[in-house]
């Protein structure tokens, strides 16, 4: 059964960073691309980036682009997520997401596959940008 552990959010301020964790179990972790999504409050989920399953190749929403940096560890299964010069409108819960793919192919599938009712995703963590 897959297993998605979100932890690491928080209260922060403008301009400030965090990292989040993902601890992923019930899989071949290393196999799997894995993806991060958002949902600020009122809104719908919001795909934020996405790394291949051996880490080389990454992808970024536009509003994160330059910001923030995803990463995985695969001898801990574990995703992570740097944020960096954070903004208020960057506040929402993050959830984790494993991918159907391995590789972040061009037709950028995985930008838009956590829709699926079936992706599994975690219960996400808050993080909350405010002064």
């Known amino acids: 059964q897959v297993q998605l552990v979100e932890s690491g959010g928080g209260l922060v301020q403008p301009g400030d960073s965090l990292r989040l964790s993902c601890a992923a179990s019930g899989f071949a972790f290393r196999n799997y691309a894995m993806t991060w999504v958002r949902q600020a409050p009122g809104e719908g989920l919001e795909w934020v980036s996405s790394i291949s399953f051996g880490g080389s190749s990454t992808d970024y929403a536009d509003s994160v682009k330059d910001r923030f940096i995803i990463t995985r560890d695969n001898t801990r299964n574990t995703l992570y997520l740097q944020m960096n010069n954070k903004k208020p409108e960057d506040t929402a819960v993050y959830y984790c997401?494993?991918?159907?793919?391995?590789?972040?192919?061009?037709?950028?599938?995985?930008?838009?596959?956590?829709?699926?009712?079936?992706?599994?995703r975690g219960k996400g963590t808050q993080v909350t940008v405010s002064s």
């Open positions: 997401a494993k991918s159907a793919v391995s590789a972040l192919g061009v037709d950028r599938k995985y930008a838009s596959e956590f829709r699926d009712p079936g992706t599994p």
